[in-house]
C-alpha cells in the first residue's frame, strides 16, 4: 500500500466525519483539489515521523503548512481567500474538529500495524 492511498482513506474518513456533523462541503477524494490531497499526504508522512507526538501535534503540523502557504484564521473555509476557521490553537477547537485529527492518526496507525507502505 502506498502513503496516497493510505492518505485517501484518511481523506474519505474525514469527509465522511464532516457530513455526520451536517458540514457536506467536503469532495471527495477523486474530486478534491490537489492541495487538499497534498495536505493530506503530508499528514500520513507527518503521523508516520512522529508517531509518539501529543494529541495536538497533527494539528499543529497541519496549522504550520496552511499558515507557511498563506492561510490565515476566517469564520469560514474559503481557498481563494485562504482563510478557515481551524487556524487556532488545538485546544480552541470543537470536539468535532478533534476528533479529526484522532481518526487520523488511529486509521494511519491501524493501517501501518498490519501494512508496510510504499513511500513511492
Known sequence: MKIE???????????ALCETNGDNSQK????AEQWQR?????GVKFTLDN???G??????SWMKEKTD???VYGE???PTAKTHP?????QQLPAEQQAKDYLFKGIVNSLTKFIELETA
Open 5 to 15: 492511498q493510505v492518505a485517501k482513506i484518511c481523506h474519505e474518513a474525514n469527509r
Open 28 to 31: 471527495s477524494w477523486d474530486e
Open 38 to 42: 497534498d495536505s493530506a499526504i503530508n
Open 51 to 53: 508517531p509518539d507526538d
Open 55 to 60: 494529541e495536538d501535534a497533527q494539528h499543529n
Open 69 to 71: 502557504e498563506g492561510w
Open 76 to 78: 469560514v473555509k474559503d
Open 86 to 90: 481551524c487556524i487556532v490553537p488545538y
